[in-house]
Structure formats: C-alpha cells, structure tokens
C-alpha cells in the first residue's frame, strides 16, 4: 500500500510518498513560497535525479505537480 502525506501550510507545501509495505519513503519534496513570485518545487524521487521546477504557483498547481510525480 502506498500512502502521500502531505503537510501544506499558508505558502509551503511539504509531502512524502510511503510504501507501507516495504518500510520505505519512495519520494519526498517541498513547494516554498507558493502563492509568492517565483515559486521552488523540489521533488526526489528514490534513485532518480533531484526535479526543480521554479515559476509562480498557487497551491492548486502545487498540488497538481505533487500528484502528478507521485503517480
């Protein structure tokens, strides 16, 4: 069973995807400064390459993003 947490707060957006299963984080990230001109979303994935995506964002998108990389 896989299970994203996620702990959003008035301009940041902080989230991890877990497999219970196994014990193991699969990915984590964090979204700064979210609904603030030039938006940080940083996303690592377990054995991939750290993804930055920097641009304004509101917490819908944010949200979106961290959706779509936890598929």
Known sequence: MKILVMN?????????????????VLAKGLAERIGISDSLLTHQA????????Q?????TEAIQLVWKFSG
Not at 8 to 24: A, I, R, T, V
Not at 46 to 53: A, D, R
């Open 55 to 59: 641009r304004d964002m509101k917490i």
């Open 8 to 24: 959003c707060g008035s301009s940041s957006l902080k989230y991890q995807l877990l497999d219970m299963e196994n014990n193991k």
């Open 46 to 53: 377990e054995g991939k390459e750290k993804v930055k995506i």
